[in-house]
């Protein structure tokens, strides 16, 4: 199993919730992907993030198909816009 992780800055929280919904929205449509979680950081610290993807993937074929996959190519451009940075973390379990 792949664990895929990625932490975003956003240039405005407000657009976490939405952005938060979206991502949750690829729950049960791509095939190989486990689960997926997305979270608001409470802390709202300059140190923290903003908004955490995390996704449990059957394998790293599997996180390819789900970068290529369009319902994840539809969420990429509203998180690029609305993102000032991002961390990406990928292991396997």
């Known amino acids: 199993m792949v664990r895929h992780i990625v ?8 657009d976490a919730a939405l952005l938060k919904e979206q991502l949750e929205a690829m729950r049960g449509r791509i095939p190989g992907l486990l689960n997926i979680e997305a ?5 709202a610290s300059e140190q923290s993030a903003d908004l955490v993807l995390v996704a449990d ?3 790293r074929e599997a996180l390819d198909a789900y970068q290529a996959h369009p319902a ?9 816009q609305a993102a000032v940075s991002r961390t990406v973390a990928d292991y396997e379990t």
């Open 7 to 14: 932490m975003w800055k956003l240039r405005d929280r407000a």
């Open 39 to 43: 979270g608001i950081d409470f802390l």
């Open 57 to 59: 993937l059957e394998s």
């Open 72 to 80: 994840h190519q539809v969420v990429v451009p509203l998180i690029r």
